[in-house]
């Protein structure tokens, strides 16, 4: 199965690297979202308070992961794009690949893409929002574990909607609502890395691990009964 | 006839002790059971209403505000029931396959969603004289309108150009993680509301009598809405079902060949296919 994931995540960051498409239009997108958000909560407004923070530094954990949303739907689609083409799902079916195995791989695969994705928004957010940061650990292992979440949901739902020719419009409807509780914790455990408020932070954290390990266990057992027939 | 025995099978369990005329008939989804449900709905809905807005008094802190929870409250009770339905009848379904149970899942989740907005919107009625505000940002209001986005994709999955067996099985799948979908985003945004502030909603202990029965007659007339929308929609899907299963060609053949028979002999022969007669009557 591992060995089968692994070479599903291959062939897919080797499709990545011949193509492109995920570094040259998904992350200009991303970082797009991040300039747009910046017109349209102006950088003049700030907090009235102690720390006399602009409004936009204040809530760029939030602009930040949507940003990530947004661009992870994308990612997702362009994963099972290149699969709907000249009956790839049925090839890879015929190869007698382990399904669980093919989920794994292609999560694997977004994930990788992703987290090179957030690094470089991340540091877009950062300059652009003159966000601050605190905890270095925190906000990694959050970066991870929330990856990790929004990977295994969203292939999952990808995989449900795969096949079909609206596709492209589905996704988006049946993903973002399952990741809502992603975008609190991933928003929120951030908030606590990047300003260094609460303790909360590890137990959001928390709450993306189990999230995600609960998406990888229906992910891998319902993979095959998705793939059999589409 | 393309529609054997078999298929008529589900109907008959739709409606046990009831008859299949009216759908022989070809006229409608009603039949003496729904019937009687429907005329119970009613005399419940026009009591709910007479205790709801006149014989009720009005409460001690929400005053005439509360008589929006006497179509609120029961809208919830109704609409998880829905949703639940929807879950049962999917794991049923994946079990088996049956496309009875697969119709039911598809009708129940469509209940739901109508339910769930009758909720939200009722519950933002609500919310504008009591806190101000028509969304308070309230755990479960925000967790509920999640949870009709969920289903909303549900229902757009269904209704998907797919082969048949492939739709319903995945509508299968997406019907069982939605129902553990809401009850994660449930406890993840009462986690985020809990850290902010206490809980919006004081329940009062002290509920005057009228107002519980108010409260109870609301529950029995959606219920027995539900449940008669539930049959209906059932029906209907199962007639779409029906009309799908036949194929078209041979439907073409055979109306050609009635229209060659009725030229000839004036007159439609015994046994013949006719419009509406959906293999009800074999």
């Known amino acids: 199965m591992l060995r089968d994931a692994l070479l599903m995540a291959r062939k897919d960051l080797r499709i990545e690297l011949a193509s492109r498409v995920a570094l040259g239009q998904i992350l200009p997108f991303g970082a797009l979202v991040l300039i747009m958000f910046g017109l349209a909560i102006s950088p003049d407004l700030s907090v009235l308070g102690a720390d006399e923070r ?24 362009r994963s099972f794009a290149i699969e709907s083409s000249d009956g790839n799902l049925d090839a890879l079916k015929m190869a007698g690949l382990d399904p669980a195995g093919v989920f794994l791989g292609k999560a694997g695969a977004v994930i990788v893409q992703l987290l090179v994705l957030e690094l470089l928004l991340g540091f877009g957010a950062f300059v652009l929002y003159d966000a601050p940061l605190s905890d270095v650990v925190l906000l990694v292992t959050a970066l991870i574990l929330a990856t990790t979440a929004v990977t295994v949901a969203g292939t999952l739902y990808a995989a449900l909607a795969s096949g079909l020719k609206v596709r492209d419009t ?29 303790e909360d932070g590890w137990s959001w954290t928390m709450l993306l691990g189990v999230f995600a390990l609960l998406y990888l266990g229906i992910g891998m057992l319902s993979f095959g009964p998705i793939l059999e027939e589409s | 006839m393309t529609a054997s025995t078999d298929d008529v099978g589900p109907i008959e369990r739709a409606e046990p002790g009831g008859s299949t005329t009216a759908l022989s008939r070809g006229v409608g989804t009603g039949s003496k059971g729904t019937r009687i ?25 929400q005053a005439d505000a509360v008589r929006l929870m006497y179509v609120h409250l029961p809208s919830v009770a109704a609409g998880y029931t829905a949703f639940f339905i929807t879950l049962v009848a999917s ?25 769930t907005v009758t909720m939200l919107v009722s519950g933002a009625l609500w919310g504008k004289p009591t806190w101000g505000v028509y969304w308070q940002w309230d ?32 509508a299968a799948v997406l019907g069982i993680i939605s129902f553990a979908n809401v009850i994660i985003v449930r406890y993840s945004v009462k986690w985020w509301r809990g850290l902010h502030q206490g809980q919006s909603i004081g ?50 053949a055979e109306r050609r060949a009635e229209n060659e028979m009725i030229g000839m002999f004036g007159r439609r022969s015994d046994g013949d296919v006719q419009p509406g007669d959906l293999g009800a009557s074999t």
Request: net charge neutral.
């Open chain 1, 54 to 77: 602009s409004v936009l530094a204040q809530v760029s954990p939030g602009l930040f992961w949507m940003a990530v949303l947004f661009s992870s739907l994308l990612t997702l689609g």
């Open chain 1, 170 to 198: 589905l996704v988006p409807l049946l993903v973002l609502p399952v990741l809502a509780p992603v975008l609190l914790a991933a928003t929120l455990a951030t908030e606590a890395a990047v300003f260094g408020s609460s």
């Open chain 2, 37 to 61: 449900l429907g005329v119970a709905s009613l005399v419940a809905l026009v009591a709910m209403l007479s205790f709801g807005l006149v014989f009720s008094p009005p409460e001690a802190t």
């Open chain 2, 91 to 115: 794991v049923i379904h994946l079990r088996n396959g049956s496309v009875f149970w697969d119709l039911v899942a598809g009708s129940a989740a469509e209940i739901g969603v109508l339910f």
């Open chain 2, 139 to 170: 755990p479960r209001m925000t967790s509920t309108a999640v949870m009709l986005m969920m289903y909303l994709g549900y229902l757009a999955l269904r209704r998907l150009e797919l082969p048949p067996a492939v739709r319903s099985r995945r």
């Open chain 2, 203 to 252: 329940v009062d202990t002290q509920i005057d009598g009228l107002i519980l029965f108010s409260l109870f007659l609301g529950l029995v007339s959606f219920m027995l809405i539900g449940a008669w929308l539930l049959v209906h929609r059932f029906r209907v899907a199962w007639l779409q079902h029906q009309l799908d299963q036949v194929d078209l060609e041979h439907a073409l």
